[in-house]
């Protein structure tokens, strides 16, 4: 079993470290998406470390709870966390989209150990994560399903036809939760197909909906262990993340879904996460530029 | 082997594959069947009234089925997904091919309501593209049954199967001309009647119009040899080739287009183990259109006479 990480501000340094791998995999890579990753940071930190049951040595462990990427694209962000929760080597990141690699440039089941399933067309994670579920169900099991989900990625049919299912059987051990950074590849996505009132259109559909900042760890942690606890409906949480978050001249621009730094842009990048880092561990300055001069390497 | 054509019972092929569910059932408890608002007709219901609690009834959405069925599958079920072929696997390709195929998992697809002789409903439920399709997918089988009998053994067989299965089915009452000694096994091409001068090769309900073509060709001194290649994929490469070196011409014959189909996956083989001329027998790049079945075959070119006269066109070939 994975050891819990319960301490919120060891959590929040842990985002970062992945933030790091992140721009680190996606400059080697050179292509890939970068503001959904770095704005989902926090919430799989949250839940690799310290919401999920799960046993990086033994994978397919049948009592795991699973994690169902639906926006698949964002897989930078979970490569990351199985990488540094123990699935496989760290320098595998690195092989990110490369020829023979684990790392696919969408997520493959068969690939890399701790993958569930296969992603990439949007829409596809939503009704494996209520499969697994009602099996889950007809089983007497009691692990949870954690399905991701992006916004723009709610403009497929085939979400709703998961929320109306899910809603339908009372699938109360799927936890959903929304990228709710208000971007997709064409702009905002209240421009591109409006989705408000969206926490009303999915309680409308039954299920148990909360709202909360995705970039705050605390909240991560209390919506997650709330929905945990929820009987005789589905949940979902909504989370708020700042897309790009941690990086300014990526934050809330659209732009950077699909796109990635190059090595300046990513030194840059890098600079500033770890500068949040230190600011966290409220170290001194001597200390700090150490760091810095550390994480800021593109070895 | 011998068949005998004469005083032959009909039944509609889907009939099988809803008795080979219940069947299924009742050996393997992780059999699981999940449909879209069409229980009855695609003869789920069957499955549904005995394990009520083994069915799950997704209402009319094929995508989220082929989804929901793919992670039942990871859990170690072996789900039965059914619908009318034009939405499954038509509808709901996509997550056939990434959520099912690319997963590589036990999902068994049933395609009901396949080939022009869906009749009234018209070219919109006429599904004459899904062999086309679910056989360019990798990790995929693909089985074209030709009567109720063989359908039953199809749909059993597709559960000790690994990975996904699709199983074609025709919704018209066709004659029930194999039995349950018939051989039946996935990947082997079935030889029904042989003949030096052509080989006839089949499926689904085009095997029996194969027999009956054979037989008045028989009359005027052709004799055929007649092929049932129920497995599209995996397909049989021996058998096809073997029986063309034998035959030196081929006629392929089913209710789908002629592009993409049986027809193409045998020039597919024979292009490489075995060039001979190739005539086929479907429906020849065209969608459907309401009618009685019987009308509809016979307009579309999908008889025993169309079956013939490509017999003489390719002899005519033949070197
Ligand atoms: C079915 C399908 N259509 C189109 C795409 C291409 N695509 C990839 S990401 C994306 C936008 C998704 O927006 P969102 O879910 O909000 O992701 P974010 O921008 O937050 O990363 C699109 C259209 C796809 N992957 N799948």
């Known amino acids: 079993m994975i050891k819990r990480v319960t301490e919120i501000k060891k959590l929040e340094i842990l985002s970062d470290n992945i933030r790091e791998d992140i721009i680190k995999m996606l400059v080697e890579a050179g292509s890939g998406h970068s503001a959904g990753p770095l704005g989902m940071a926090d919430v799989f930190t949250a839940l690799y470390f310290n919401v999920m049951n799960h046993n990086p040595n033994d994978p397919e462990w049948k009592d795991r709870d699973r994690l169902i990427l639906s926006n698949g694209h964002i897989c930078p962000v979970l490569y990351a966390v199985l990488a540094r929760s123990g699935y496989f080597a760290m320098k ?21 150990p701790g993958i569930e399933t296969s992603t990439g067309p949007l829409g596809q994670g939503s009704s494996v994560a209520a499969g697994i579920a009602y099996g889950a169900k007809m089983d007497k099991k009691r692990f949870k399903v954690f399905l991701s989900m992006g916004d723009g990625e709610c403009d497929e049919g085939q ?18 939760f929304i990228d709710r950074n208000f971007i997709q590849i064409d702009g905002n996505t209240e421009q591109i197909m409006p989705l408000e009132p969206l926490a009303d259109k999915i309680k409308s559909f039954n299920w148990n909906v909360q709202v909360i900042d995705g970039n705050n760890m605390k909240q991560i942690i209390s919506a997650f262990s709330k929905a945990k606890a929820s009987k ?18 990526m934050e809330r621009r659209f732009e950077w879904h699909g796109k990635v730094p190059v090595k300046d842009e990513a ?20 200390k700090c530029k150490l760091l810095i001069n550390k994480c800021g390497m593109l070895e | 082997m011998k068949l005998d054509l004469s005083n032959l019972k009909k039944e509609a092929s889907r009939e099988g594959y809803g008795r080979a569910l219940v069947k299924l059932g009742e050996k393997n408890k992780e059999v699981v069947a999940l449909c879209c608002d069409l229980t009855d007709s695609t003869r789920v219901e069957l499955f549904k009234k005995k394990f009520p609690e083994r069915f799950i009834e997704i209402g009319v959405a ?37 959520s099912i195929c690319y997963n590589n998992v036990d999902v068994k697809i049933q395609g009901a309501h396949a080939g022009i002789s869906v009749g009234r409903d018209g070219a919109t439920h006429q599904a004459l593209e899904d062999i086309a399709i679910t056989r360019v997918l990798p990790n995929m089988t693909v089985l074209v049954p030709c ?37 039946f096994k996935i990947g082997k091409a079935d030889i029904y009647r042989s003949g030096s001068d052509v080989c006839i090769i089949s499926c689904g309900t085009m095997v029996y119009e194969s027999l009956i073509a054979a ?22 490469n021996d058998t096809i080739s073997s029986m063309a070196r034998k035959c030196g011409a081929v006629v392929t014959a089913e209710e789908h287009q002629i592009n993409g189909g049986l027809g193409g996956a045998v020039a597919e083989v024979l292009g490489k183990s ?6 086929m027998v479907g429906v020849l790049d065209t969608f459907g259109e309401s009618g009685e079945p019987e009308e509809l075959i016979k307009k579309y070119g999908c008889t025993s006479k169309e079956i013939i006269s490509s017999v003489k066109a390719v002899l005519k070939r033949k070197r």
């Open chain 1, 232 to 249: 005789g409906k589905p949940s979902m949480i909504i989370c708020k993340t700042i897309p790009g978050k941690g990086v300014s001249f």
């Open chain 2, 274 to 279: 075995c060039p001979v001329p190739i005539e």
């Open chain 2, 62 to 98: 094929e995508q989220n089925m082929a989804g929901i069925a793919a992670g039942l599958a990871m859990l170690g079920k072996i789900p039965f997904m059914s619908s009318y072929a034009v939405f499954s696997p038509g509808r709901n390709w996509d997550q056939i091919r990434v």
């Open chain 2, 215 to 236: 037989d008045d060709l028989a009359r005027e001194g052709i004799k055929a040899t007649v092929m049932n290649c129920h497995s599209i994929k995996p397909i049989d």
């Open chain 1, 267 to 286: 030194l840059k990048a890098l600079h500033e996460i770890c500068e949040h880092e230190c600011k966290l561990r409220k170290w001194d300055s001597q």
């Open chain 2, 147 to 183: 009567d109720s009998i063989q359908a039953e053994k199809a749909t059993i067989a597709s559960a000790s199967k690994k990975g996904p299965v699709y199983i074609r089915l025709s919704r018209t009452k066709t004659p029930l001309f194999t039995d349950y000694n018939t051989p």
């Open chain 1, 92 to 112: 595998e990141l690195k092989t990110l989209r490369k020829l023979g690699s684990i790392l696919q440039g969408h997520p493959h089941r068969h690939s890399a």
């Open chain 1, 159 to 176: 979400c709703w036809e998961t929320f109306m299912f899910a809603g339908k059987n009372k699938l109360d051990n799927l936890i959903a």
